[in-house]
């Protein structure tokens, strides 16, 4: 598992696809609740079809047309599926994440002013200041050499920039770690991702919660309320961040958001602002720890567009083949693997009957690797993205982000964010994963890896 890879027809790990009843017997097997286990050699070449058998109706959408038009959701007939509103209701309410209808469309208008302060401009700071923070982690590694969580470190600083965007805060270590663990025994053990229950329950099942992970979705809530409270009483309007512009947000009728409610929609800004990217740059720099190569490009890059000072953000911009490093990470391991949706009423889907109750999957993960849209699906090729290979992209099967009126809002801090930590760390230091591992990625809420990866890390040679 140490040995770096050379070869530009690098493949990092997956699930080897079968037919779907070992699928099924393979994920029933494990149970780990992990999807991707679950999902037949078929869904990378259907287009649209039944996802295996199960009690309720389960269609796959792979048709970039089919795709964009239940995103799109122009009729209000396809919102987020039940088993994800369940699963996530615990940690973040009926939060702008889950909601649909004018729940949505009143949350999202109280939002926008406050969603418009992460323009990465304005960001920018807060992402330098977390990526100074996580090189000083990183040396003190450097000089032990002793093994780390990748996954911990790259949840540290994404929550830890975010914390600074959202809260003008940084955050504690341990708070972090906190919050990992409890988010990680969240994502493993709520009841959305038991198989059995999506295989054999009804459409609308009201699925009980573990007591655990009701027990970890009061942890998060409790030190997102911590931060929130910094922000209340007599000190509070001396902020100017995003926690306190949704603080002060009223709908029409002059209405504010609840404390509740506050701690829902901070909830999704704070958890989907950082454990996304987290999920990315843990994969991406698993890949470099693997292709030496291209950590050798991005050096190359970076020292040519900012030399050896600081990255700035004229710099990142510039970082074309660092940001298709990225692009080609979140291809391979979108962030959000699944997009369920649940279809409120009897319809038709390309010609196909859709029952009222029928899950409808959008898969990224599928979509990213489909064997008629994409060359080599199972390669990382960060050129691929170049635009000279631009006449073998297929419109529409390349969404990380989402599409229609729910596309992910910070995009392109996302992006920035990730391009500026990926050239900064790569161009410092070495990472290496430890040895004895077996690494494999998971689809529960996000897409991680199956156990942690430990690394080590050294000083790059200047």
């Known amino acids: 598992m140490n040995a770096p890879m050379y070869s530009p ?4 790990p997956r699930p080897t696809p079968l037919p ?12 780990d609740g992990n999807l991707l286990s679950l999902l037949p050699a078929a869904a990378y070449r259907m287009e649209l079809g039944p996802l295996g058998w199960s009690r309720r109706t389960t269609l ?10 239940v995103l799109a959701d122009p009729n209000e007939i396809f919102p987020k599926s039940d088993l994800m509103v369940n699963a996530l209701e615990p940690l973040i309410g009926d939060s702008i994440f889950v909601s649909s209808g004018a729940t949505w469309r009143r949350q999202r208008e109280m939002l926008d ?3 418009s302060m992460m323009r990465v401009n304005r960001a920018f700071p807060a992402m330098e200041q977390g990526v100074a923070a996580c090189t000083a ?61 999506l295989i054999m329950d009804k459409a609308w099942a009201k699925i009980p919660q573990r007591r655990e992970v009701l027990d970890a979705c009061d942890t998060i809530r409790a030190h997102l309320g911590d931060m929130l409270a910094t922000h209340m009483g007599p000190g509070g309007a001396n902020f100017d961040d995003i926690a306190r512009n949704v603080m002060m947000a009223q709908d029409a009728q002059g ?4 404390r509740e409610e506050l701690i829902d929609q901070l909830g999704v800004l704070f958890l989907a602002g950082h454990e996304t990217s ?16 291209v950590v050798a490009r991005i050096r190359r890059e970076v020292k040519a567009i900012a030399g050896d ?24 391991y979108p962030p959000i693997t699944f997009l369920p949706r649940v279809a409120l009423e009897a319809t038709t889907l390309g010609g196909r009957r859709v029952p009222r109750g029928a899950l409808v999957i959008v898969a990224p993960w599928t979509l990213h690797r489909h064997r008629r849209y994409w060359v080599a699906p199972d390669v990382f090729d960060p050129d691929r993205f170049s635009p000279e290979r631009e006449s073998e992209m297929t419109p529409g099967a390349y969404i990380p982000f989402g599409l229609g009126p729910r596309v992910c809002a910070g995009a392109a801090f996302a992006t920035v964010e990730a391009v500026l930590i990926i050239a900064d760390l790569a161009r410092r230091f070495d990472f290496d994963v430890a040895s004895g591992q077996s690494v494999e990625p998971a689809a529960r809420l996000t897409t991680r890896p199956v156990r942690q990866i430990m690394c080590h890390v050294r000083k790059a040679a200047q």
């Not at 027809?9 to 990092?12: A, D, G, L, Q």
């Not at 987290?278 to 190569?293: E, H, K, Q, V, Y």
């Not at 000072?309 to 391979?332: D, K, Q, Y």
């Open 9 to 12: 027809m690098y493949s990092p």
């Open 20 to 31: 779907a009843l070992l699928s099924l017997a393979r994920a029933a097997l494990r149970g």
């Open 60 to 69: 796959l959408v792979n048709r970039p047309d089919l795709v964009r038009y």
């Open 113 to 115: 002013p406050a969603l």
């Open 137 to 197: 982690f990183l040396d003190s590694q450097a000089e032990s050499g002793a093994p780390f969580s990748l996954d911990l470190a790259m949840s540290h600083l994404t929550a830890d920039v975010i914390c600074r965007t959202v809260f003008s805060t940084n955050l504690e270590h341990e708070a972090s770690r906190v919050v990992f663990d409890a988010f990680t025994l969240f994502e493993r053990s709520v009841a959305q991702v038991e198989i059995r229950r």
């Open 255 to 258: 209405v504010p958001f609840t």
């Open 278 to 293: 987290a999920s990315a740059l843990t994969w991406a720099f698993f890949i470099l720890a693997r292709r030496p190569d």
């Open 309 to 332: 000072g600081p990255i700035g953000f004229e710099h990142v911009r510039a970082m074309t083949f660092t940001r298709n490093v990225f692009r080609e990470t979140i291809r391979l």
